[in-house]
């Protein structure tokens, strides 16, 4: 079967950190661009970056410095390390290849 489960959300305080996990089923992450977004509450879907199939990664200048997107291919897993967390970043963060969606995983900050 063809997924992706998320994981690793939470609440945290202004200035922490979380990382946030998108495991993969049914396909390599290594064999596909995978991409971060996510949706804050009313807000319109925000792109975060992407991994590429190579390896290389890309960012929007909104998180470029803050946020990282990592590849573990022995696990099939995509990570999204958040630092210096805002008020502003409390969204359901999401993972995507294509259309493949996964199931969201929310981040509070306070």
């Known amino acids: 079967q063809v997924q ?7 609440s945290v305080q202004a200035g922490g950190s979380l990382r946030l996990s ?12 995978m991409r971060r977004v996510r949706q804050a509450p009313g807000k319109v ?3 975060l970056g992407g991994i590429h199939q190579d390896g290389a990664t ?3 200048e909104s998180v470029r410095g803050r946020f990282t997107i990592s590849r573990d291919n022995a696990k099939n897993t995509i990570y ?4 210096s967390l805002k008020f502003e970043d409390t969204a359901m963060y999401y993972c995507g290849k294509g ?9 509070t900050v306070s």
């Open 4 to 10: 992706l489960v998320e994981s690793g959300g939470g």
């Open 22 to 33: 998108c495991a993969a089923s049914g396909f390599a992450v290594s064999s596909a661009y």
């Open 45 to 47: 879907i925000q792109y």
């Open 58 to 60: 890309t960012y929007p």
């Open 80 to 83: 999204l390390q958040l630092n």
């Open 99 to 107: 259309e493949l969606i996964g199931q969201g995983t929310q981040v």
